[in-house]
């Protein structure tokens, strides 16, 4: 096989369309839910519990990260991305909320893999000073699936139905499993790589993080306070891209007074600036790493800089123009993947190759444990004191969330 210099940033790339048809499954049903709680008489309150099944299905991420720990990337992943699609598409053929509540559960189980993956992958492909840069390009993966999801609801209501949305977006996760396997290998295996790269790739990794073929000890992990120090900030962060991916189309049509066709031109643009701010927390690393910072502060720093941003969401149910509020929510989502790509990159950099993964979903248990709370407390009261309450939260969890980085993680003796 032909050899090329840069293939990394293939697998990246690769895998950031994995997490564009991930986030596109899990968000079709967050924009589709105004016509499909229309149509099948589903409450708010039981929107909640179906939106909280996938958040209890998704916090099984430890078992999904030690999973692909042991079987590896190449095979363990696409049996995550064949199971995901295959679910996605029975989306299509359910009937009330109960059936809902079931798939949505199912589907955050086997989704739970996408983030264990992907730091797999940054741990095992790129050198230390190049992490950032690839986990905010996977992230972009993350934003870029939501941004996906308003024009393709709109697409399926206007031309077929909802139902439709569901088949398209399972059908893409189908497609790509076929070039991941005919693509995909790791470093030491990839026919394709140069002795130069493999050799810049190795080089440039911590000795300590280095795969020393063992299975990952979940007893140890969770005995490290640097475990919880990554893990406590996502557990406060991530509720906010629940309500950007989960409630915002509602938000929108209940408070705002948006139809589908409105939701389609504005209900994508908050994740546009997610995308932006993917690529921002690491460029802040980045320069203060030029500046003397070590990586480890650089990060934290990073993440303090987007929990200041975040408290925007303060006034997002306050400001009388609409667009005002969508201006908001879209500095909200800028805000929270600054800081958010920022958190998920550290597991990287405090684990070693073979805990990385089963260390990311520990921290993504407790994320999405943070929006399943979120969920359904805005479920059970958003119709008695509506949705200003839960803005202003939104915009204080993320500073306790930068005191509880600054106290618990600590710089390893050596980088």
């Keep these: 096989m032909k050899r090329f210099p840069s293939i990394r940033w293939t697998i990246i790339g690769l895998f950031s369309l994995a997490m564009i048809i991930n986030y596109?499954?899990?968000?079709?049903?967050?924009?589709?839910?105004?016509t499909i709680m229309a149509e099948q008489a589903i409450s708010s309150e039981q929107y909640s519990?179906?939106?909280?099944?996938?958040?209890?299905?998704?916090?099984?991420?430890?078992?999904?990260?030690?999973?692909?720990?042991?079987?590896?990337?190449?095979?363990?992943?696409?049996?995550?991305?064949?199971?995901?699609?295959?679910?996605?598409?029975?989306h299509g053929l359910v009937q009330g909320w109960l059936g809902f509540l079931g798939l949505r559960g199912a589907l955050g189980v086997i989704e739970g893999g996408a983030q264990p993956a992907g730091m797999k992958v940054v741990s095992r492909w790129f050198p230390?000073?190049?992490r950032g840069t690839a986990g905010g390009l996977y992230q972009i993966g993350a934003s870029l699936g939501a941004v996906a999801a308003p024009p393709l609801v709109a697409w399926a209501v206007l031309n077929y139905n909802w139902r439709a949305?569901?088949?398209?977006?399972?059908?893409?996760?189908?497609?790509?499993?076929?070039?991941?396997?005919?693509?995909?290998?790791?470093?030491?295996r990839h026919r394709a790589i140069t002795k130069a790269e493999r050799e810049k790739i190795e080089s440039g990794q911590e000795k300590r993080l280095q795969k020393k073929r063992?299975?990952?000890?979940?007893?140890?992990?969770?005995?490290?306070?640097?475990?919880w120090g990554i893990a406590l900030p996502r557990f406060l962060a991530d509720p906010v891209w629940g309500m950007l991916s989960l409630w915002m189309p509602l938000y929108l049509v209940q408070a705002r007074h948006f139809d589908i066709h409105q939701i389609a031109i504005f209900a994508w643009l908050p994740f546009l600036a997610a995308d932006l701010g993917c690529l921002f927390g690491p460029a802040v690393v980045a320069w203060l790493q030029r500046r003397?910072?070590?990586?480890?502060?650089?990060?934290?720093?990073?993440?303090?800089?987007?929990a200041i941003l975040m408290t925007c969401m303060i006034f997002v149910g306050t400001v009388q123009s609409a667009?005002?509020?969508?201006?908001?929510?879209?500095?909200?989502?800028?805000?929270?993947?600054?800081?958010?790509?920022?958190?998920?990159t550290m597991a990287a950099d405090l684990f070693p190759q073979d805990e990385v993964a089963t260390a990311t979903g520990v921290a993504g248990t407790a994320a999405n444990l943070g929006v399943l709370i979120f969920t359904l407390l805005l479920g059970m009261w958003v119709d008695t004191v509506g949705y200003q309450p839960?803005?202003?939260?939104?915009?204080?969890?993320?500073?306790?969330?930068a005191a509880i980085l600054w106290t618990l993680v600590r710089k390893p003796a050596a980088l």
Aim: hydrophobic letters at 60%.
């Design 24 to 34: 596109l499954t899990r968000s079709v049903l967050g924009v589709a839910a105004p």
């Design 49 to 90: 519990w179906i939106t909280g099944a996938f958040q209890i299905g998704i916090m099984f991420q430890p078992v999904a990260g030690y999973v692909l720990d042991i079987a590896g990337l190449r095979y363990g992943f696409a049996f995550f991305v064949i199971i995901w699609s295959l679910i996605t598409m029975a």
């Design 128 to 130: 230390a000073r190049e």
């Design 165 to 188: 949305a569901f088949f398209v977006a399972g059908g893409l996760g189908l497609v790509w499993v076929m070039i991941w396997l005919l693509w995909y290998q790791s470093p030491e």
């Design 214 to 227: 063992k299975r990952p000890n979940l007893k140890a992990i969770l005995g490290r306070r640097d475990m």
């Design 292 to 306: 003397g910072i070590d990586l480890i502060d650089a990060r934290r720093l990073a993440f303090t800089l987007g």
């Design 323 to 344: 667009i005002a509020a969508v201006a908001l929510l879209c500095l909200g989502g800028f805000a929270h993947q600054t800081l958010s790509v920022t958190v998920i």
């Design 390 to 401: 839960f803005f202003i939260l939104l915009g204080l969890l993320d500073l306790v969330g």
